[in-house]
């Protein structure tokens, strides 16, 4: 028994040394300096003013995130005009991402044409990146897990979303979160669940009895009051 739980505790040490914390929803995003696929990258001060969603991959010339890479190449410039970058990590060298990202270029997915990554590729051989953000999440591999990392204009963690290596991402649900986290800033509201742009929102929950009562008793045609904590507003 004694030995077992030295070797269970081996184990956890070598897990926390390996996979270290992630950062959290609110914290300020890690800074680190890399070379990527188009230069240079001091991140965040490089996207101060835009939101950022920064994205990893277990390793280059993977079949799974070589149909991400073209599905986010597509729409690049959809999230281009919500001032939203790209930005992708995987751990492998700079000429190997350059491979891979000249590679996929010959590739017409589904037929609907070939298409250039826009969008830079951070460099982590050292893999210094991947364990600031937390994206190794096992000591049987010292591949990335399908990480994405919404962070604001203010560098600051938004969302974070962990995928399976054997499941690809759902470029939309990503920019559907976007939408919702700008939307909440602007207007200060919440989004339900299955929203998407257009569909009713929901107002703060009152914070003393004369806002609860008040609301219950606005006339407001635009408001679907459902109880004094739910309250939804149409969208114009």
Known sequence: MAEEKM?????????????????????????????????????????????????????????????????????????????????????????????????????????????????PIVADISMKVAKQYGMLQTVASTQTVRAVFIIDPDSIIRAILFYPMSTGRNIDEIKRILLSLQKHDAENISTPADWNPGSDVVLPAPLTLEIAKGRLEDPDENLKKYSWYLTMKKES
């Open 7 to 119: 070797e269970k505790n081996g184990l956890a040490a070598e897990n926390s040394s390996t996979c270290a914390a992630m950062p959290l929803i609110g914290d300020r995003a890690p800074a680190f300096r890399s070379m990527t696929t188009m230069g240079k990258c001091n991140f965040p001060e490089d996207y101060k003013g835009k939101w950022v969603v920064f994205f990893s991959h277990p390793a280059d010339f993977t079949p799974v995130c070589t149909t991400e890479f073209i599905a986010l190449a597509r729409r690049a410039e959809e999230f281009r005009a919500i001032n939203t970058e790209l930005l992708g990590l995987s751990i492998d060298s700079l000429h190997s991402h350059l491979a891979w990202a000249e590679s996929i270029e010959h590739i017409d997915l589904d037929g609907k044409g070939k298409v250039e990554i826009p969008f």
